[in-house]
């Protein structure tokens, strides 16, 4: 029995591409690959050959994080990615030169959007709590709709190559970073907290991420999110708001 086939997001899709391309060929695009069963038929002229090779790459990519996620970056293999990509062999080795070359590019495409979606959602927040806790259900909701993409970022990156595990560490040390400076620019108690506070904060909870999906338990990542907040405010703002931080999140549960 054959592997699943993945099925690009029109969103994801969209953003990826950018806007080289007019919408309504990017709309052509996924219509004919959802009247052919997820592959491009063969010979296909009505698109302009670097969409469709751009498409590919995404699929490819996609197909990446979907068969390390089912099998381990290990156990996974080049025949699994193009089985679930719905391209050749020769295709594959049109954008990468090996399985790493694709891992690496998917985990930067994946680290990029979820960066991307968890600043902006803490952007929206008026108070320091209030830009944690909208930055936090941007982790999770991320988590909840990509679950293949963000079981590759945070689980299988530590099994993959030196230079995967280096990438892992920088995505972790962006958000430390950005919590350290937004607790700078709006806790007037900040100042004596060190980026160390941070560190401890964001892999603190990376820990709890990690302990749920190496075991492929995504239907328990939203019960996380009052000991999430509990956990980042404590370090922040002592037992006290902790404590209350936690009892919201707890009543509305």
Request: proline share 3%; hydrophobic share 45%.
């Given at each position: ?156 990156a ?59 338990q ?11 907040m ?24």
């Amino acid at each position: 029995m054959g592997a699943d086939r993945i099925e690009l997001s029109h969103q994801n899709l969209l953003a990826a591409l950018g806007d080289q391309w007019p919408p309504e060929q990017v709309d052509a695009a996924i219509e004919l690959l959802a009247s052919s069963e997820g592959k491009f038929p063969s010979g296909v002229r009505k698109l302009p050959s670097d969409l469709v090779r751009a498409i590919q790459r995404e699929r490819l990519l996609s197909a990446m994080l979907m068969a390390t996620s089912e099998l381990g970056y290990r156990r996974a293999n080049v025949q699994d990615v193009i089985d679930r990509a719905g391209v050749s062999r020769p295709t594959f080795y049109e954008h990468f030169g090996n399985k790493e070359d694709c891992f690496l590019a998917a985990f930067d495409s994946s680290a990029r959007r979820l960066r991307d979606q968890v600043d902006a959602a803490a952007d929206e927040g008026s108070s320091w709590r209030e830009q944690v806790r909208f930055g936090m259900r941007a982790v999770l909701d991320f988590a909840s709709a990509e679950p293949d993409t963000v079981r590759t970022v945070v689980v299988e990156a530590r099994a993959a190559s030196a230079e995967a595990v280096l990438r892992r560490v920088e995505l972790l040390d962006h958000f430390s970073v950005c919590l350290d400076s937004r607790a700078r620019a709006m806790l007037p108690a900040a100042a004596r907290f060190t980026e160390v506070t941070a560190a401890g904060v964001v892999g603190g909870i990376e820990a709890l991420l990690y302990a749920r999906l190496c075991k492929s338990q995504f239907d328990q990542l939203e019960g996380l999110y009052p000991s999430m907040m509990y956990f980042a405010v404590l370090s922040y703002e002592g037992h006290a708001a902790a404590s209350e931080e936690l009892a919201l999140h707890s009543a509305s549960a």
